[in-house]
């Protein structure tokens, strides 16, 4: 059965990083593209990174660029996100996607406030 856990948010002031990790299991993990989405409150769901399967290409949104980074471990079945100089605007869910296999993790919280 495909499964995805996420871990590693909380509560951190602004200027603070955390490291979101996501665990797959169930499918194939090295040949699947991975995502990172969040919702802030009171806003729509948006994508806030992507990684090819061999880590070749990754997209990172405006709003974060140069702040977060998108990377794997193929053989630990994980991605990650590093998030570094946080902001309160950062203060949402995060979600791991494995978007061919339709699936979605079910958040870790990350709040940034003073």
């Known amino acids: 059965q495909v499964h995805l856990v996420e871990s590693g948010g909380g509560l951190v002031q602004p200027g603070g990083s955390l490291r979101l990790s996501c665990v797959a299991s169930?499918?194939?993990?090295?040949?699947?593209?991975m995502n990172w989405y969040r919702q802030i409150p009171g806003k729509p769901r948006e994508l806030v990174a992507a990684?090819?399967?061999?880590?070749?290409?990754?997209v990172i949104t405006d709003s974060v660029k140069g702040r977060f980074t998108i990377s794997r471990d193929n053989s630990k079945n994980t991605v990650y996100l590093q998030m570094n100089n946080l902001e309160p605007n950062d203060t949402a869910m995060y979600y791991c996607?494995?978007?061919?296999?339709?699936?979605w993790g079910q958040g870790t919280q990350v709040t940034v406030s003073s």
């Open positions: 996607q494995a978007p061919r296999q339709h699936s």
């Open positions: 169930g499918f194939t993990f090295s040949t699947n593209p």
């Open positions: 990684i090819s399967s061999n880590e070749r290409d990754t």
